[in-house]
């Protein structure tokens, strides 16, 4: 299983890149297994403020909806819109091409409280 160093995590299973005040967001590799073939990625908060903890939007699969939770207070400036044409990029590449939103967010100190790669590792172990 893919879990790369240079990213955080939260207990929801999504992906955090941070680049300055910009945050790329995904669903990890574990989550993505776990959902099987995703069919539709659903982002209705494209330039919304969306607090840490509501939703954001949903991921799809062929047997389940699933919602997507944000990591960080902040807007929703860019949709991933490779995934409307192709969705199981988010199966095939979850920390590249399969990238979700990125967050424009002013508040670093919720950096804090995401999980580096081996507390994530430790998580999904149970």
Same mark, same amino acid.
């Given at each position: ?28 590799? $574990?989550?993505?297994? #776990?959902?099987?073939?995703? &069919? ?5 908060? +494209?330039?919304?403020? /969306?607090? @840490?903890?509501?939703? $954001?939007?949903?991921? #799809?699969?062929?047997?389940? &909806? ?5 990591? +960080?207070?902040?807007? /929703?400036? @860019? ?48």
């Amino acid at each position: 299983m893919n879990i790369p160093s240079n990213l955080k995590y939260t207990k929801d299973h999504e992906w955090i890149k941070i680049e300055g005040n910009i945050a790329t967001v995904g669903i990890t590799d $574990f989550a993505q297994g #776990e959902l099987g073939d995703i &069919v539709y990625v659903d982002v209705d908060t +494209l330039d919304d403020t /969306v607090e @840490e903890g509501d939703v $954001f939007g949903s991921v #799809e699969a062929v047997k389940t &909806v699933s919602d997507l939770f944000m990591p +960080l207070t902040g807007e /929703v400036c @860019e949709f991933n819109e490779a995934l409307e044409d192709d969705p199981e990029l988010v199966n095939t590449d979850p920390y590249e091409k399969g990238w979700m939103i990125k967050i424009a967010f002013t508040d670093d100190s919720q950096i804090d409280a995401l999980l580096d790669a081996d507390a994530y590792k430790d998580l999904i172990a149970g």
